[in-house]
């Protein structure tokens, strides 16, 4: 007899087919979503695709034309059913922090908090030491760096140990030097606590770096969703490649499941016979070389056959240097990155090869 498997834990977060429309126009359309207690889940997209509006809905200060919202299995809204904001065992944190200006930390910490002044005093002490800011509790928001005012807005939101927090760009004000480390500790007090995050940005990196999931959104709807490794390696299609990184697109036409293009061929199965395809490829996976007197490298299985281009601008950006070429078979531009330090003078003439598992093919539109 086989043994039972364990069942597994219900999410704590269930979005279940969520719609809103405004003025006849669909702003959010069959969105589903599931996010587990301890788990980060961003809903990431461009500005008017849906998810700050799906995120009202969550948090209870909009109300859903269609589709159900439950937290730990309970349905908070749905059908003729709605339960107000202050219920639901949401925390909610936003980038203009939204701290009382008249109250000192320890009372905006304090705010949300029941029970007698004892129990209240150590949860905020607890959480202001968990935040590094202890001996913070007499000043006043003013008082604090916009990164310490963030920190205030988090130990505020977690103060009533909500089930689920809700989190709308709340890095973004940030500067940059602060934001990276905010970041990661903020990840780890709402992972030790076992809340549920759903986190608004539009920048890729920002959920690169905090998602265990992510829920890449456009025009209203969900169009692709997993782990952000797989979300970045397997794009769903050539708009979701660019959402996360500049491309290089090169268009042909694919007979016979090949896709003869000056790189050499390219498997293109599942396509037409004669439909334009667009090959894309990142930036970072295009091979440069040297000209060996009017020729290039020889041609691998790997990377294909070499094309030459004549180098329009260099830059170096840090990390990396990225350089533009005008092909010579068909002046088009496609940009290579290059780790470190590679300043070629424009003008000069590189060959360039393509990593054939580095590309995705995807239907020309």
């Not at 709605?82 to 949401?90: I, Y």
């Not at 007698?116 to 968990?130: G, N, Q, T």
């Not at 709807?221 to 050539?238: E, F, L, W």
Request: net charge neutral; proline share 7%; aromatic share 6%.
């Amino acid at each position: 007899m086989q043994a039972a498997q364990p069942r597994l834990p219900e999410p704590r977060l269930i979005v279940d087919h969520l719609s809103r429309s405004f003025g006849g126009r669909a702003v959010v359309d069959d969105v589903s979503l599931e996010v587990a207690a301890g788990q980060v889940t961003c809903l990431l997209g461009p500005s008017g695709c849906g998810k700050s509006t799906t995120l009202r809905m969550i948090a209870g200060v909009d109300r859903p034309d269609g589709g159900r919202i439950l937290i730990d299995g309970a349905e908070v809204a749905g059908p003729g059913r709605h339960v107000p904001p202050e219920h639901r065992s949401v925390g909610l944190m936003f980038q203009d922090f939204a701290l009382f200006p008249h109250l000192t930390v320890t009372e905006n910490v304090a705010f949300g908090l029941k029970g007698d002044r004892a129990a209240r005093m150590r949860r905020v002490d607890e959480l202001l030491e968990r935040v590094t800011l202890s001996g913070f509790g007499a000043k006043h928001p003013h008082q604090l760096s916009g990164g310490e005012q963030q920190r205030v807005a988090l130990a505020r939101a977690l103060a009533p140990r909500p089930k689920v927090m809700l989190m709308d760009e709340p890095f973004s004000g940030l500067d940059n030097r602060l934001r990276d480390g905010i970041r990661d500790t903020t990840l780890d007090i709402l992972k030790d606590e076992g809340t549920a995050v759903v986190l608004v940005t539009h920048e890729p990196d920002e959920a690169m770096r905090m998602a265990d999931e992510i829920a890449l959104m456009r025009g209203g709807r969900i169009v692709q969703s997993g782990a952000p490794y797989n979300v970045y390696n397997t794009p769903v299609d050539k708009a979701a490649a660019a959402f996360f990184s500049d491309i290089n697109v090169i268009r042909g036409t694919s007979r016979g499941a090949l896709t003869e293009t000056p790189f050499g061929a390219f498997l293109t199965p599942g396509q037409e016979d004669g439909a334009a395809v667009d090959i894309v490829i990142r930036p970072q996976h295009l091979k440069i070389d040297f000209d060996r007197a009017g020729r290039g490298p020889n041609p691998t299985p790997q990377e294909g056959t070499p094309a030459s281009g004549s180098v329009i601008r260099a830059r170096y950006l840090g990390r990396e240097s990225l350089v533009e070429f005008r092909m010579a078979f068909d002046g088009s531009t496609l940009t290579a990155s290059v780790p470190g330090v590679f300043l070629p003078k424009p003008g000069t003439v590189l060959w360039l090869m393509i990593r054939r598992d580095r590309c995705f093919v995807f239907p020309a539109k």
